[in-house]
């Protein structure tokens, strides 16, 4: 938990657009780089009305902010950020309840790898991979699941005047292959992936129990993507040995691409018959 050296929860938010709005508002948890950054730059294309970018640093999601608005030609894409650790809880509770944004949609997408096996991985280590990997989505669904209720009792309207009600509330897991593949060296990355499989099924039950005391409400999703080896900087850690193999086992004969995963995530959103949906994207790795 947060100690004394804890940092402080920040919320810089950019300017709303008006139009074209498909999403409302959609916190994305390291937004800011690889799969994240191309998920939030998805969001801005497909129109949602505010994405909130959640980075460790603030420097890296401006930038990241910066890059998206230059990439999309939109000067007034509606981004912001949290700045939080995904080290400390308590901050992210904080992050979410200053936050003046009011939030229909969460991707989570942060997360920690792992590259050496069980007996030189330090206990410290194991506890910040199944943190930031497992136990930050776990938080910020039950934020999500806490506003969907407070929704059922006393519904809002968007703060830039657009009352439309959403056509669903949906939270979007990125889980990973090695979640029902395993590997070497990647045991406790592995088990949390795995957890944030299951635990996304049962948050799809929780929040259909929600609205079965609030009939008025619109659907609660928890989906799940399950990508396989990704050309982000997380595989940076792997020798080019350790590539050459990994590519060689793809049916496909290549990695994945960040913007591959995004298109997927923005198909779970669209499609609003996909609840507790498992979406792998693997190039037939799991074929093999």
């Given at each position: 938990m947060a100690g004394s050296n804890q940092r402080s929860c920040k919320e810089y938010q950019g300017r709303p657009m008006p139009s074209k709005v498909y999403r409302n508002r959609c916190p994305c948890s390291a937004g800011a780089s690889g799969i994240g950054y191309q998920i939030s730059k998805q969001l801005v294309l497909n129109g949602a009305s505010a994405v909130v970018i959640v980075s460790r640093t603030?420097?890296?999601?401006?930038?990241?902010i910066n890059d998206i608005r230059k990439e999309t030609g939109l000067e007034d894409a509606p981004l912001g950020f949290v700045e939080c650790d995904f080290k400390y809880l308590t901050n992210l509770t904080q992050g979410w309840k200053i936050s003046k944004h009011q939030f229909d949609t969460l991707i989570n997408c942060a997360g920690i790898t792992q590259t050496q096996g069980l007996l030189t991985t330090s206990p410290a280590t194991v506890s910040e991979i199944l943190k930031v990997n497992l136990e930050v989505p776990i938080e910020l669904s039950r934020q999500m699941l806490k506003q969907y209720f407070m929704y059922g009792k006393s519904p809002w309207n968007d703060s830039t005047g657009d009352s439309r009600r959403p056509s669903s509330f949906c939270v979007i897991n990125i889980s990973s292959l090695l979640a029902e593949r395993g590997g070497y060296g990647t045991s406790i990355y592995s088990t949390s992936k795995a957890g944030l499989t299951a635990f996304t099924r049962t948050l799809a039950l929780e929040g259909a129990a929600i609205r079965d005391k609030f009939p008025a409400l619109p659907p609660f999703r928890a989906n799940v993507v399950v990508p396989g080896y990704v050309d982000t900087p997380m595989i940076e850690k792997f020798s080019n040995a350790q590539k050459d193999k990994l590519v060689a086992e793809i049916p496909l004969r290549r990695y994945g691409?960040?913007?591959?995963?995004?298109?997927?995530?923005?198909?779970?959103?669209?499609?609003?018959?996909?609840?507790?949906?498992?979406?792998?994207?693997?190039?037939?790795?799991s074929a093999t």
């Open positions: 603030a420097a890296k999601a401006q930038q990241a691409k960040a913007e591959e995963v995004a298109d997927a995530v923005m198909f779970l959103l669209k499609n609003e018959y996909a609840n507790n949906t498992v979406l792998n994207l693997d190039g037939g790795l």
